[in-house]
């Protein structure tokens, strides 16, 4: 075996792991038919695809192409089918999707039941959504379940606004990713793996290949309860001569999560773990004045905004043992002026969003701080993901809901999820990123799509 020089695969497959000859590295499901795309397959002049229900009695269907592509409507509704390609002796391991649609343009599927990527994970996750300054949007997500080792990352790219997508590359060791532009390349950030090392690596050809990445930051390589890096997909922002993410040190088993900010100087190499900076992680501490009373294991996924020439730290606030159990947000103060300094405790905020991820973003035009997040309604609901809302702030202090803008409250809670969502503000539009979880997705929170779509942005709608 020879070594790998580069971050990016195409496709990644572990030795003695079954990933067929040739590689089915997109299927997305429709109301009665299905999607497929695969890589081409050296010496192949033509392709089969077979086609059969996945249960009860059903013939195998066959259909022959020359293209990497293929299309099929027709089937029965709300069904789960099987699907390989073959050609001159080669094959795609076998697929299965369940024949259904969600909402917007489906970018990514995974039906839980496929084992495609069972050596990272069976479910997707951690929505990345970045525009590129040669016009295509980049769309990545990552695979996993619990117990796996949730290292692997998918990068998809279209090139009409997001009307149609096409697989591009997928990272390996890569978890948590959030990609963003900076001197013009595509970057990603992200873990190894939960918990694991803190990576970043550079791509020069629209996300086709990325160098081989920089530790910036050990972490516990996802021992099961050990403290290490946690971090999710939130924008990197600039402000004061640096650029800064956030992240947190803790786990879950361990009981805390530590929040804490990265920066580097603009202009540096930031593929030199030399350029960053890394602020103390600072404890939840349930003293801290206008925080409910009870335990609580602190706060997570937070989102940088700037205000009033402040940097904040907006984050997801675990309140299921407090006296109160939801509706609010934790605000902390970044020091720019010495980038190692803990964060600093400011306030609580009321936040119209359940206990799930969430983005901040604010919009020069209108003036606004806008969110796109699952929405909470009541006590009864507060940890239901069914209902993805439009939010909006004058000031950080108070949220108005713009509107809903998709709403499945009518769905079982427990298998339909919208949550996690990225976005880009462009101009009078939004477009997002959601990891979406319905149509026979494994539970609300073990997504099987990552769906991309729009809005119209208009401030005076409020609701």
Known sequence: MKKHANWSYSPYCPPFFDGGDIYLCRLIPKKDGFSAEWLPCDGCDGYTVFLSRRFGESNELTYETRAT?????????????????????KKSRTRIFHTGTAFGTAV?????????????????????????????????????????????????????????????????????????????DLYMLSCSTEYGDLLIGRSTDCGRTFCEPTVLLRGSNGKKGECGIHKNPEPVVEFGGRIWNTLEWGSWGRGYHAPMVMSAPVGSDILSADSWSFSEPVKYDPTWDGVPSGPSTGNIEGSLVIRDGNLYNIMRYDMSKLSRRSGLAVVYRVDTDDPESPLTFERCME?????????????????????LATRFISQKTAYDRTLLSLMSSDDLMAWNVVCDVVDRRCDDPRKVGLQYTDFIIEGDTII?????????????HDANYSVFDKLKLDPAEDI
């Open 69 to 89: 592509s293929f299309e099929l409507d027709g089937l029965d509704c709300d069904c789960d089918y099987c699907i390989r390609i073959e050609s001159d002796g």
């Open 108 to 184: 990514n599927y995974l039906h839980p039941d496929d084992g495609m990527y069972s050596f990272s994970g069976k479910y997707l996750c951690s929505p990345s959504l970045v525009r590129h300054p040669c016009g295509c949007l980049l769309a990545s997500m990552d695979v996993f379940a619990a117990d796996y080792p949730q290292n692997l990352t998918l990068i998809f790219r279209s090139d009409d606004d997001g009307a149609t997508w096409h697989y591009v590359s997928e990272l390996f060791p890569c978890f948590w990713g959030k990609m963003f532009i900076y001197g013009g």
């Open 351 to 371: 936040f119209p969003a359940n206990n799930s991820k969430f983005m901040i973003k604010y919009d020069e035009r209108t003036g606004k701080y806008y969110s």
């Open 432 to 444: 997002f990123l959601c990891r979406t979880a319905m149509n026979g997705a494994a539970s609300f």
